[in-house]
């Protein structure tokens, strides 16, 4: 068992940052690939970014290459989300989640747990 709990959201304005932060507890950490999430009302949750168990490989949503960075501390036991450049469409509630297994990180069903999500609003 994974108890995910986010951090970090908030408002800001139009090409202002946030970093989330999502903190972890139970069982190891660091054996689980992890990712973002996100969803806006009205529609479905949306993957924006994923990291496997060592930090090493990183995948991202096309339109938030080059503005979000995912990274992890496995010794704080912590994933991170650093959005930078964040536009009105980033507004969301986003989530983190942990995967066992399965290396298809861009979909929802491949992820064990969940987090409560943090809201992000961006005005424009």
């Known amino acids: 068992q994974v108890h995910l709990v986010e951090s970090g959201g908030g408002l800001v304005q139009a090409g202002g940052s946030l970093r989330l932060s999502c903190a972890a507890s139970g069982r190891s950490f660091s054996s689980y690939n992890m990712g973002w999430f996100r969803q806006a009302p009205g529609k479905e949750r949306e993957f924006v970014a994923a990291i496997n168990w060592s930090g090493g490989n990183t995948y991202y949503l096309d339109s938030v290459k080059g503005r979000f960075t995912i990274s992890r501390d496995n010794a704080k036991n912590t994933l991170y989300l650093q959005m930078n450049s964040l536009k009105p469409e980033d507004t969301a509630v986003y989530y983190c989640?942990?995967?066992?297994?399965?290396?298809?990180?861009?979909?929802?069903?491949?992820?064990?747990?969940w987090g409560q999500g943090t809201q992000v609003t961006v005005s424009s």
């Open positions: 989640a942990a995967a066992g297994k399965g290396q298809r990180l861009s979909l929802p069903t491949t992820y064990d747990y």
